[in-house]
């Protein structure tokens, strides 16, 4: 069965500061990865995915995140955090054939300081 | 395009009763998946409707059951609600062609409490 880890339930950086929020997937084959961010009383929005093709995958508002097959990671990164990057980020897996569901991580709260 | 739509935004019931939540798939959407987020978890599949069958069931009890329509609009039916039942239900519709889900958008929500 896959799993999704990601390290540390709370981030807090400077504005203008590097962010980087961990995920570490457990799978017995190739998954599809994905990173959502959810806004306060808000659903999920799909910051970006990795469905096999490019291992470094860029996505909305700046964030980008690299599939490392070797360390099972898929960390998201931001070169430049913004006031409006606070919010609750959720990596989740899929496998790429059997049950369509996805798997979500415990989730990441950023906040920003000013 | 209309993005994923949920009814209604919040509700509260007592133990014992029934809930029905509803959703609208984002057009041109045939598959439609539900979650639960418990407060300060990530959500957890519950299960999802393709063409109005039941197309994977997470680890839920059968209390929890649900419908697609002919629209590919869908409903979460939970019977006998529990307090543990109290938390965000996320719907997800996405598109499905060739046999290969495409990914899942989210609408936003309908927040259940349990009293």
């Known amino acids: 069965a896959q799993s999704v880890t990601q390290l540390g339930s709370h981030v807090s950086v400077s504005e203008g500061a590097l962010v980087l929020l961990r995920c570490n997937y457990s799978?017995?084959?190739?998954?599809?990865l994905f990173w959502y961010v959810q806004y306060p009383n808000q659903g999920l929005q799909l910051l970006l995915k990795?469905?096999?093709?490019?291992?470094l995958v860029k996505g909305i508002n700046g964030f980008e995140a690299e599939f490392k097959k070797s360390e099972t990671s898929f960390h998201l990164t931001k070169p430049s955090a913004h006031m409006s990057d606070a919010a609750e980020y959720f990596c989740a897996v899929r496998l790429i054939q059997g049950a369509q569901k996805l798997v979500f991580g415990q989730g990441t709260r950023l906040t920003i300081n000013p | 395009e209309t993005g994923v739509t949920q009814s209604p935004t919040h509700l509260i019931k007592t133990r014992g009763q029934q809930v029905t939540l509803r959703c609208s798939s984002q057009s041109g959407h045939n598959t439609v998946s539900w979650y639960q987020q418990a407060l300060g978890q990530g959500p957890q599949f519950i299960f999802q409707y393709y063409r109005e069958e039941e197309n994977g069931r997470g680890n839920f009890p059968p209390r929890f059951s649900g419908l697609q329509f002919p629209n590919y609009s869908s409903e979460l039916n939970v019977n006998a609600l529990e307090l543990d039942d109290s938390a965000l239900y996320l719907c997800?519709?996405?598109?499905?062609?060739?046999?290969?889900?495409?990914?899942?958008?989210f609408g936003p929500g309908t927040r259940l409490t349990v009293l």
């Open positions: 997800a519709s996405s598109p499905l062609a060739g046999g290969v889900t495409d990914t899942q958008y």
């Open positions: 990795y469905t096999s093709a490019a291992t």
């Open positions: 799978s017995s084959v190739p998954p599809y």
